[in-house]
């Protein structure tokens, strides 16, 4: 069965740090691009970060760029990401994405929690 798990969702300060890690099982992960998305209430969803099947090549929405950062472990078939000096415009529910290359087929994690408040 594909699996997409991700952790690391809490509850920090403004200016804090958090790393967010998604575990991906039950498909060829090396053959996936990597996205985060996250969805605030009564917000839609929005794209955070993507990263390549090789981790070659990482994009972030304007509002995370030089904060956040995407990375990949193709041997231990894990996503990351590291987000710092948040703020509370960053509090949403974060959702680890895999699309697969040259096809259709795309897995969806549930979600971790994220809330930045004093």
């Known amino acids: 069965q594909v699996q997409l798990v991700e952790s690391g969702g809490g509850l920090v300060q403004p200016g804090g740090s958090l790393r967010l890690s998604c575990a991906a099982s039950?498909?060829?992960?090396?053959?996936?691009?990597m996205k985060w998305y996250r969805q605030a209430p009564g917000k839609e969803r929005e794209l955070v970060a993507g990263?390549?099947?090789?981790?070659?090549?990482?994009n972030y929405a304007g509002s995370v760029k030089g904060r956040f950062t995407i990375s990949r472990d193709n041997r231990r078939r894990m996503v990351y990401m590291q987000m710092n000096t948040l703020q509370p415009e960053d509090t949403a529910i974060y959702y680890c994405?895999?699309?697969?290359?040259?096809?259709?087929?795309?897995?969806w994690g549930k979600g971790t929690q994220v809330t930045v408040s004093s």
């Open positions: 994405m895999a699309e697969g290359i040259g096809s259709n087929s795309e897995f």
């Open positions: 039950g498909f060829t992960f090396h053959y996936y691009v």
């Open positions: 990263v390549t099947n090789d981790g070659g090549k990482k």
